[in-house]
């Protein structure tokens, strides 16, 4: 079963937008990852961010982590055309980063 | 290298043939991993190697499928008597291990379809 899924499976905006993504996982975990995937091609690391944080900011990227409900979110503020990717999260099943599960992925599309 | 290395990066066979996937981690990465991505899906865990040795191979999906690796390096994953179920685009990712971020860089896969 997955570990991590996000919410929602796919998301149109305008660009400009705010884009949120949500992800839910099931067992404890000591960090959790955000990534990025352009169509067709290898995932690009965005963001770690750890269990004692909760909110961690990159450029025009903010997450957030709640490790009472098990949940992060991914906020893309104003975004652009070039954000149009599939976003995932990552958890690792026991500690560590020894064994990263991703969820499922958002995709995103951003229209001019 | 300055990157993870994957090849080849399309790969077309018939059913029943066996096939070898190759993943160059980068330089110095001693934790390597093996996903597989069906289309338009996320990504399936396969196998995790620490150094030369895999202490979860809990994802392979039969033992039809194999992976080593050597010299702490190159990492090869063979799929034998491949079946069309096994299309997918299978991707590798390295990390740096002691005192690292925890951050994966993956290769650009190898797509592989199963005719």
């Known amino acids: 079963s997955q570990q991590g899924e996000e919410d929602p499976q796919a998301l149109s905006i305008q660009e400009g937008e705010n884009a949120t993504m949500n992800c839910s996982y099931k067992?404890?975990?000591?960090?959790l990852q955000w990534y990025r995937q352009n169509s067709g091609r290898g995932l690009v690391h965005l963001i770690l961010?750890?269990?004692?944080?909760r909110e961690k900011h990159s450029g025009r990227l903010r997450v957030t982590l709640d490790t009472s409900k098990k949940s992060s979110s991914l906020l893309i503020t104003a975004s652009r055309a070039a954000d149009t990717a599939s976003y995932f999260c990552?958890?690792?099943?026991?500690?560590?980063?020894?064994?990263?599960?991703f969820g499922a992925g958002t995709r995103l599309a951003v229209h001019p | 290298g300055a990157g993870v290395s994957q090849s080849p990066s399309n790969k077309v066979t018939e059913k029943g043939k066996d096939v070898e996937l190759r993943c160059d981690p980068i330089?110095?990465?001693?934790?390597l991993y093996w996903y597989r991505q069906s289309l338009g899906q996320g990504l399936e865990f396969l196998i995790y190697?620490?150094?030369?040795?895999?202490?979860?191979k809990s994802g392979l999906p039969s033992d039809r499928f194999s992976a080593e690796r050597t010299g702490g390096s190159v990492s090869t994953l063979t799929i034998q008597r491949t079946q069309q179920e096994d299309s997918a685009v299978y991707l590798c990712?390295?990390?740096?291990?002691?005192?690292?971020?925890?951050?994966?860089?993956f290769g650009e896969g190898s797509r592989l379809t199963v005719l």
């Open positions: 990552a958890t690792p099943v026991s500690g560590g980063y020894n064994k990263l599960i």
């Open positions: 990712a390295s990390r740096r291990t002691g005192g690292d971020t925890g951050e994966l860089f």
């Open positions: 961010i750890r269990s004692n944080e």
């Open positions: 190697f620490q150094g030369n040795s895999a202490p979860d």
């Open positions: 067992t404890s975990i000591n960090n």
């Open positions: 330089s110095g990465h001693t934790a």
